[in-house]
């Protein structure tokens, strides 16, 4: 156990030097570890320490980039609360620069995972441990292309001295395709969601072929090809026809405490009260009020247009999860209105004014909806098993967006008939009336519906042409924001790194 425990904090040094490129500890460190140290045991911890990577992905802060920097997530100041010199204005109205810390946060908590699968690639783990590795390799990769559009790249077993190269948005994409592709047939077939199987590799190939245009291009001038939407089509059939999943009648099960039983999660990293959350209850606390339990951070809240996009009775907007109800007083979905306790007393601010989230969310906020301005999302929600340590699994990838990239496909490839069935059968579970008709717009206004907080939205917006808008409290935008920066201290340790344009 001693060796294990020993060879485990050496590859986590050698991550980690993977990013900073520290050359004399890379040579030393080197000179310390060999391949014929490594044991199959080596390697099946190796590739548990691997997925515990993903539970890092979910940053609650302000490198929760994907998210604050779209039309449903934003973080008002509230007096000496929330401003950071200005760093959440910044991700909501598009005004970063490549020194924003949030956005440097999230590229070195990508590139890290990456760094850790590479490195266990050199290694003789067996063909489905070989596959796993490279599933979560190659979602790492679609996460950096997305954001960044230029990844570092090593091969398994080179030198820690050499500056990673870099792939383009383009040559990402191509990569993820061959890999998931590849490795198909030696992930297994079913397993519990929080190993990569050869669903979730459909999924993530649905995903690279949906995005497949935009990424090989500068993410303003593109035109989607009907054969990558026949691709994508293929690879939702591929886990549709599996019969493995559906969706759920309680849509807020899939985000729960008990969401480890979801049919709907394909893929997701798994979190185990009072040893593993990763940052799950960061979704919880940034948005709840001091008041309320758990006593919250009163940070991030939606937008009114968000809000105002639901029906009434659509449970996606409104719902309960009865032991959280019980525990608490609070609702899921999206908090709006005066709030209670568990006993049903009614709530107040610090200053004695009722808790009563208002839709008016000044990026400012001040006077007596100082505290409670704002409507706030509650859609994973609290685990009193351990608030600070939950259960509630992190999703990553889930049925719903499959039917709904599906339905997208079949719409761009011209089929509204089909695409329209799917929507309605989807809105229909989650208590919505039947569309009529089914344009992009409206399939766009779905997808945030359904996926709200699940770190597609900024992706879709690009997609669709309509990340450069202005919506509540953000003036249009420059091109330049369809990418985030490198910033210096990352192009200075990898000089194949180019400045994206505009920075």
């Known amino acids: 156990m001693k060796n294990i425990l020993k060879f485990l904090a050496v590859f986590i040094a050698i991550t980690g030097l993977g990013i900073t490129g520290c050359t004399d500890l890379d040579e ?26 993903l539970s890092g992905i979910d940053g609650s802060g302000a490198d929760k980039v994907f998210e604050h920097t779209t039309d449903i997530l934003m973080a008002p100041t509230r007096g000496g609360d929330w401003d950071d010199n200005g760093a959440w204005r910044a991700l909501h109205q598009h005004k970063w620069d490549p020194e924003h810390s949030g956005i440097g946060n999230r590229y070195q908590a990508y590139t890290s995972g ?18 796993e590795a490279r599933f979560i390799r190659a979602l790492y990769v679609f996460w950096i ?32 395709i061959s890999e998931l592709e590849s490795i198909m047939s030696n992930l297994p077939e079913t397993s519990d969601h929080w190993v990569a199987t050869q669903s979730a590799a459909h999924a993530l190939l649905a995903k690279a072929y949906i995005n497949k245009d935009v ?66 209850q960061g979704r919880y606390y940034s948005t709840l009020h001091y008041n309320q339990k758990p006593s919250g951070w009163n940070g991030f809240t939606t937008l009114a247009d968000f809000y105002d996009s639901f029906e009434e009775g659509d449970i996606r907007r409104h719902g309960e999860v009865a032991a959280v109800k019980a525990a608490s007083g609070i609702e899921a979905g999206l908090l709006y209105g005066q709030q209670y306790d568990e006993n ?37 929600t609290p685990d009193y098993g351990n608030v600070d340590s939950p259960e509630n699994d992190l999703v990553l990838l889930r049925y719903a967006d499959v039917l709904l990239m599906k ?8 089929d509204s008939a089909s695409a329209l069935t799917i929507v309605n059968q989807l809105r229909s579970i989650r208590n919505a009336s039947e569309l009529s008709s089914l344009s992009l717009d409206i399939l766009l206004e779905e997808r ?11 992706n879709d917006l690009i997609r669709y042409g309509k990340y450069l808008e202005a919506w509540a409290e953000k003036p249009a935008s420059d091109s330049k924001y369809l990418l985030f920066p490198f910033s210096s201290s990352q192009i200075a340790s990898n000089p194949n790194l180019v400045q994206n344009p505009g920075y």
């Not at 140290?37 to 190796?46: E, G, H, R, W």
């Not at 339905?407 to 011209?414: F, I, K, Q, S, V």
């Not at 945030?448 to 900024?458: F, H």
């Open 448 to 458: 945030g519906r359904e996926l709200y907080d699940e770190n597609w939205r900024r």
């Open 215 to 280: 990424f090989s291009s500068d993410r303003q001038s593109f035109t989607i090809s009907s054969e990558n939407m026949t691709s994508v089509i293929a690879n939702c059939d591929a886990i549709i026809n599996t019969g493995d999943y559906a969706l759920e009648s309680d849509f807020y099960m899939n985000f729960s405490a008990d969401n480890e039983g979801s049919k709907e999660i394909i893929f997701s990293s798994r979190n185990t009260r009072g040893i593993q959350s990763g940052g799950v």
């Open 145 to 176: 292309a997305d954001g960044w559009g230029q990844v570092p790249m090593r091969d398994p077993g080179s030198a820690l001295s050499e500056d990673p190269y870099v792939m383009s948005g383009g040559e990402a994409v191509d990569f993820i």
């Open 407 to 414: 339905a997208e496909a079949l719409l761009r490839n011209g």
């Open 28 to 53: 030393t460190l080197e000179d310390r570890l060999t391949k014929d140290q490594v044991t199959a045991a080596n390697v099946s911890d190796l590739l548990a320490e691997l997925y515990k990577t």
């Open 344 to 380: 049903g007393t009614a709530l107040e601010d610090r200053a004695g004014h009722p808790l009563f989230f208002t839709k008016e969310s000044p990026i400012i906020s001040g006077g007596a909806t100082l505290e409670t301005s704002g409507i706030r999302i509650m859609k994973y």
């Open 114 to 131: 990456l760094f850790s699968a590479i490195d266990l690639l050199q290694y003789d783990a067996n063909s489905q441990q070989q596959a």
